[in-house]
């Protein structure tokens, strides 16, 4: 094993997109786990950081590393705002076959690289992701059930290898991936119109980009191995931050139903088991509140909040729709 800064002279590599928006703070740790990472000796390693609207220190944080990277590190300025537009930059930037993402919150494990790599050498595998470990900031609440991972990042630890399918409860997550380059090229960027934009924390981006590997039929796996480590912060340790999640969410499933409707049996335009998860909902968030455990009552609640997202969504999309019509 070598030093991935010893490791430029490659003739198989990987180009990492580390997207950030003014977390200057968090984005030095990302750095410094890339730079410590092993790498197989003859593999590149370029890393593409993508300073997404900044304001910050990011530029010179990003300077502060640069000689540590031998000539393998690239600092992209894009004043437009939105996660997306930012990895699209970063993925365009690159040359190697292989594109690894994840964030600035996060640390690779010592042996990311590693596992990556080797992984992707199988021809027959087009993406690979991975489990997110939690560094809390915070003790858990008691009124964390760990039903809601997603919503801090603290997902797929105990979830053992298997492969990625169109029905299963695991989807590739962007703050943890690795796809071929040809791939991507087939199926076209992150939409723009998902995912963060500055302080807005939209999702859905890395649920539309799953849903089209998929429909391209690409062989992906989840690799327990393929480990991150992810900041989460005393401020999203809250009941209130859970409910904007949950309702943003929301939204975004409404908007990928209009791109790709589920095949389901439908209420009012609305997908039928949603209207009974409202019900099952409030009989659950009733029952809880009489003899269920803390956890148990927020869930129930949070399961209210995504379907309104879903049901503000579906409206406006709707609207939005009946509007454009009228101007025809």
């Known amino acids: 094993m070598t030093s991935v800064v010893r490791a430029h002279n490659a003739r198989a590599g990987i180009d990492i997109i580390l997207p ?35 304001r910050d220190r990011t530029a010179q944080t990003v300077e502060d590393f640069r000689a540590h990277f031998g ?8 004043e437009e705002p939105g996660k997306s537009d930012a990895l699209n930059a970063g993925i365009a930037a690159g040359t190697h076959p292989i594109v690894g993402m994840f964030d600035d919150d996060e640390q690779l494990y010592d042996d990311w690289i590693c596992v990556a790599l080797s992984e992707m050498k199988d021809p027959p595998v087009d993406f690979i992701g991975g489990p997110y470990v939690g560094s809390w900031q915070l003790p858990k609440p008691d009124w964390y059930s760990g039903n809601y991972p997603a919503v801090v990042g603290d997902v797929g630890l105990s979830t053992p290898e298997h492969q990625f399918t169109p029905n299963g409860h695991a989807m590739l997550m962007g703050g943890n991936a690795v796809i ?30 799953f849903n089209r590997l998929i429909d391209a039929g690409a062989l992906g796996r989840f690799l ?52 009974g998860s409202v019900i099952s909902a409030f009989v659950a968030l009733l029952r809880h509140m009489i003899a269920g455990s803390p956890a148990e009552r927020f869930d129930a609640e949070l399961s209210l909040w995504h379907t309104a997202g879903f049901v503000r969504g579906a409206w406006s999309i709707r609207r939005g729709a009946a509007r454009n019509q009228r101007t025809r």
């Open 180 to 209: 071929r380059r040809s791939l991507l090229n087939d199926v076209g960027g992150y939409r723009s119109d998902l995912g963060p934009v500055g302080t807005d924390h939209m999702t859905g981006e890395d649920r539309d980009m």
């Open 71 to 78: 000539g393998q590190l690239t600092l992209l300025v894009r």
């Open 224 to 275: 327990p191995q393929l480990k991150i480590r992810h900041h989460v912060p005393a401020e999203r340790i809250s009941k209130s931050y859970f409910r904007q999640w949950c309702l943003r969410d929301g939204k975004a499933h409404a908007l990928l139903d209009s791109l790709k409707p589920e095949q389901v049996p439908r209420l009012f335009g609305l997908p039928r088991y949603r209207v």
């Open 20 to 54: 950030t928006h003014n977390r200057s703070h968090l984005l030095a740790r990302a750095l410094a786990s890339v730079e410590t990472a092993r790498v197989h000796s003859g593999a590149e390693v370029h890393l593409i950081v993508v300073a997404n609207a900044c």
